[in-house]
Every structure is written in structure tokens, then in C-alpha cells.
């Protein structure tokens, strides 16, 4: 299996011995730091231990100046091949009697400090100084003179030399059976993988999804390939059902928008035989934009089809081009069902804006996941402006409510605003939705930072027909119709904040009894 530098199995390879080296280094270091310092204390103690031996066996021939017998007994060191040379002092610290193996060592005139230590030490971590051992000599507890001991510490070097050399080969050792089954499992693990890989390759180079793939064993790749030949399945069949499935769905929007007209055209002439001229201008403006959003959709899936159509007869059409078209109609048409059903209920508010909204049934919907579908039929036209919406709630809360009203109620409040509210002037547009329990009522808040109102229209904004851009697209019942949901349907109360440039902000209070889930609610 050839890898590259980058590949996954080189960096499994890669890690594993790095991590492998990490590991061993630490341990070497730490292994050696304890070893080095538990056998320089045990040296040390040795040397202490033969140097009190020592005191002991020269104290009597000190007391009585007995020089020749002091010799005699620092000669039987002989056969002691670690000790350099043994110096007994008097209390002036004047040298008495002195033995060294080779008799080529002098006698230091100054006696050296009562303690072990180290000296003539060269920076070689192999190689330690020569260890010096200084005690007192002693005769109950009267000092008789001090004995001075200079051995090797040879053994700790060689000590140390082999020590390297078994980890030195240990680490060999352990480095190559972590490299070979670091190749064993990344080769393992990564080849069904790069099969896979490449079978899909030859799929998208050859547009052939008759192929499939297998894999003997019964793993989690096994999952993998199954999943992956039931996407094959799928796509094979979308493929060759396209056209009929695309020539139906646009004779669906078709419909769809034929019906929405005739419903528009009724509703106009219902208006005028009402005697509110007012209300047609205002149903236009509110049913044009999901309008324009179902024609623009029925373009795009359109558009796309003949496009997907096209490769398709060409031979030239490739999986990543069919799934991004699959996508692309499938989002269009999400967005256009949704465009449709929001210019219905706008129509059906329009035309019961002052009698009672009963009709439609209560179900359970989780409100912040619906709060944000309606956001997304509004993206386009946010995102011209552009307007940033912060939404925050209990992502859990399930209500047992209304749904149709929060959408109509959500989506007159973003009209207002980007009809209304935002203008050039506008620094960061920024529309803020929050929602809470408090006591027994459900309060939600919607604020946006845009012109804001003075008093006089303040004080007339929930009235028909109340609208300050009538020329340009307003029919002045947005708010109406709100107020009329919240406190009719919804049995709840409205308020309104607002000061010229300094935003608006409504505060909507629904009883908690009507939304209240038949399950608990999660506060």
C-alpha cells in the first residue's frame, strides 16, 4: 500500500511512533534521574557507613598517638579497589597517618569539609568525581580527629553505560513492533476505506451507478458499504424518474398558482364590494412577496430541471451535479410550498381580520424550531437589507397552541420592520426575538432598532388601515391584524414601545393554560 506524506496512514504511522518516542524519552529520563540519584545516595551511604568503620578502628590508636599502628590499620584497605586514599587528621586538622593504593597521591594541606561530596566532576554524564567522605573521630562524644576518605564512583559510570545500552536496544526493539503494527492496523482499518473511495471515483468519472461495491467483513464498514450501494439504489432510480417527477411537481406549482390568483382576484372583488379600496392595495403587498417567492421557485425548478434534463441526455451528467440539482429543487420547493401556504393564511387573515379565528385547529409544535422555520421563508429579503435576527428560548418548550397565528403574527412584525422600520440611515439593522414563562403566561418579545414611532402614530398603530407608506406598499393592517389575534384568538394582550429612532419594541403576554402542552412543559 503506497502512502503519501500526507495521507491518513502516514499520519497514523507518524503518531503512533511520535507518541512512542514521547513516551519512551520521558521514561528514560525519568528512569535515569531516579536510578542515577538512588544509586549516588546509596554510594554515598556506603561511603559514610565505611568511614565510621573506619573512625572506629583508628580511634584508639588516635587517642594514644599511636602513628605506626594507625598505619596498620589504614594499610589493611588494600583490598578495598574503590578507595583512592584515607587521611586521618588530628583536632587541628594536621595530617596523622595516610594510605593510598599507588602511594601517588598527595596530601591536601586543607582538610576537606565534614560531609560527602563530589568534586573534579567532568561534564560527561557517564563519568562522576571522585566522591570525598569526611566525619569526625570520636571517643564518647569527645572529638579526636577527622577521617578523610576519597573513592571512585566507576561503578555508577558503568552502571549507567549499560543501563543506556538496554534501553537503547529496548527502544529499538519497541519502535519497530510499533511501526509495523501501526502499518498493519492503518492498513487494515483505511484500505476498505480507500476502496470505497475509489469505487466512488470510477463512479463519478464513468456516471455508471449500476456499480456496487462489497465488503466481507461484518463491521462498521460493512454499514458504510450498505449505506453507500443504497445511495447508489437511489440515486440510479432519481436519475431515471427525474423528468416525470419534475414535469409533475411544476404542474403542481402551476396549480397551486393559478388557485392562489383566483383567490387573490376573489378576495379583491369581496374588498370592493365592501367598500374598502384601502385593503386591496394592502392584500397585494402582503401576498405579493410569497408570490414573487412561488414564481421565482417555479423558475428555478425549472431552470433546473432542463438543465439536469439536458446533461442527462448528454451523458455528460455527473453524481455531484445530480445531488447538488436534487438539492436545489428540493430546497425551491420547500421554500415555495412554504411561500404558498404563507400567502393563503395571509389571505384567510385578511378576510376574517374582524371575526372570530376559531376554525383552525390547535396542534403541538415545538416553538423555537417553528419560530425559525418561518425565519427562513424571510431570508431572502433579510439578507437584502441586510438584518441580523437574534432568536433565544427554551429550544424544548412544546406548546399545544395555535401555529398559524405565531406565523402570522412573526411575519407581519418582519414586514413592519422592513417596511417600516429599517431605512438607509439604519446602523446594523437588528431584529431581537425572545420568548419566556413567566408566572402563568408565555411573554415574547419582538424588538427592532429602525425608525421607531412618535406619539400620534404610537397612539394609533393597532387601528386598519393606520400606515404611513400607503403609496409604497403598505396596507396599514399588519398590526390589526396582530392585535386581533393576540386578543381574540390567542386571549392575550399586546403592548407597544417606541420612540422616534430609537427602535420599537412589542411585548405579546399569551395565557399559559392556552399553550400549554398536554405534556409537561420543560422549564
Keep these: 500500500m503506497q502512502t503519501n506524506k500526507y495521507s491518513i496512514t502516514s499520519q497514523i504511522i507518524l503518531s503512533l511512533v511520535m507518541t512512542s518516542i514521547a513516551i ?29 568503620l573506619i573512625a572506629d578502628m583508628t580511634a584508639a590508636s588516635l587517642a594514644f598517638l599511636d602513628m605506626k599502628g594507625m598505619n596498620e590499620q589504614l594499610h589493611y584497605l588494600k583490598n578495598n579497589q574503590d578507595i583512592l586514599s584515607v587521611v586521618v587528621y588530628d583536632t587541628q586538622k594536621v595530617p596523622l597517618a595516610y594510605y593510598s593504593p599507588t602511594n601517588k597521591r598527595s596530601i591536601s594541606a586543607t582538610m576537606p569539609p565534614v560531609q560527602n561530596a563530589y568534586h573534579n566532576t567532568t561534564w560527561k554524564p557517564w563519568i562522576f568525581g571522585n566522591l570525598t567522605t569526611t566525619i569526625e573521630i570520636k571517643e564518647r562524644e569527645q572529638i579526636l580527629g577527622y577521617l578523610s576518605i576519597e573513592r571512585k564512583s566507576d561503578r555508577i559510570s558503568k552502571f549507567l553505560l549499560n543501563m543506556l545500552s538496554s ?16 502499518r498493519h492496523l492503518s492498513k487494515k482499518i483505511l484500505q476498505p476505506v480507500l476502496d470505497l473511495s475509489n469505487t466512488a471515483q470510477n463512479i463519478a468519472d464513468s456516471s455508471n451507478y449500476s456499480i456496487r461495491v462489497s465488503y466481507a467483513s461484518d463491521n462498521e464498514i460493512t454499514s458504510l458499504y450498505r449505506s453507500f450501494n443504497h445511495l447508489l439504489n437511489e440515486t440510479q432510480s432519481l436519475t431515471t424518474q427525474l423528468e416525470a417527477r419534475v414535469a409533475l411537481r411544476t404542474k403542481e406549482l ?23 379600496g384601502n385593503l386591496v ?25 432542463k438543465n439536469l434534463l439536458a446533461l442527462m441526455e448528454a451523458g455528460t451528467l455527473k453524481k455531484s451535479t ?25 389571505i384567510r387573515s385578511f378576510k376574517r381580520i374582524s371575526v372570530d ?14 419560530l425559525q422555520e418561518i425565519l427562513l421563508t ?15 428560548g427554551d429550544h424544548k418548550l412544546s406548546l399545544k397552541s395555535y401555529p398559524g397565528v405565531y406565523a402570522q403574527i412573526l411575519t407581519n412584525f418582519i414586514q413592519n420592520s422592513l417596511l417600516h422600520g429599517f431605512n438607509d440611515q439604519t446602523s446594523d439593522p437588528t431584529i431581537t426575538i425572545d420568548y419566556h414563562i413567566e408566572s402563568d403566561n408565555i411573554v415574547l418579545t419582538y424588538t427592532d432598532n429602525g425608525q421607531g414611532m412618535d406619539d400620534n402614530m404610537r397612539a394609533i398603530a393597532f387601528e386598519p388601515f393606520t400606515t404611513t407608506k400607503r403609496n409604497t406598499g403598505g396596507s396599514g393592517l399588519g398590526l390589526n391584524i396582530i392585535y386581533n389575534l393576540v386578543t381574540q384568538k390567542l386571549k392575550g394582550t399586546i403592548t407597544l414601545q417606541s420612540e422616534p429612532g430609537k427602535g420599537t419594541k412589542f411585548t405579546i403576554t399569551i395565557p399559559l393554560l392556552l399553550a400549554k402542552s398536554q405534556q409537561a412543559i420543560s422549564l
Excluded: C
Design 24 to 52: 519512551l524519552l520521558f521514561g528514560t529520563v525519568f528512569h535515569l534521574w531516579y536510578t542515577l540519584n538512588h544509586e549516588k545516595h546509596t554510594l554515598k551511604a556506603q561511603s559514610a557507613l565505611e568511614a565510621q
Design 167 to 182: 534501553l537503547a536496544l529496548f527502544s529499538l526493539i519497541l519502535l519497530a513492533l510499533v511501526y509495523g503494527m501501526a
Design 254 to 276: 402551476q396549480d397551486s398558482l393559478d388557485a392562489l390568483q383566483k383567490t387573490q382576484l376573489q378576495m379583491v372583488q369581496s374588498e370592493k364590494m365592501a367598500a374598502l
Design 281 to 305: 392595495s394592502g392584500v397585494a403587498h402582503e401576498v405579493n412577496t410569497p408570490l414573487g417567492n412561488a414564481i421565482t421557485g417555479g423558475s428555478i425548478i425549472l431552470k433546473e430541471s
Design 322 to 346: 445530480m445531488e447538488q440539482g436534487l438539492q436545489i429543487l428540493n430546497e425551491t420547493s420547500n421554500l415555495l410550498l412554504k411561500s404558498l401556504t404563507q400567502a393563503a393564511d395571509l
Design 357 to 370: 379565528q376559531g376554525a383552525e385547529d390547535m396542534r403541538e409544535f415545538n416553538l423555537y424550531e417553528y
Design 378 to 392: 424571510f431570508h431572502n429579503n433579510l439578507k437584502k437589507v441586510p438584518v441580523t435576527v437574534n432568536l433565544s
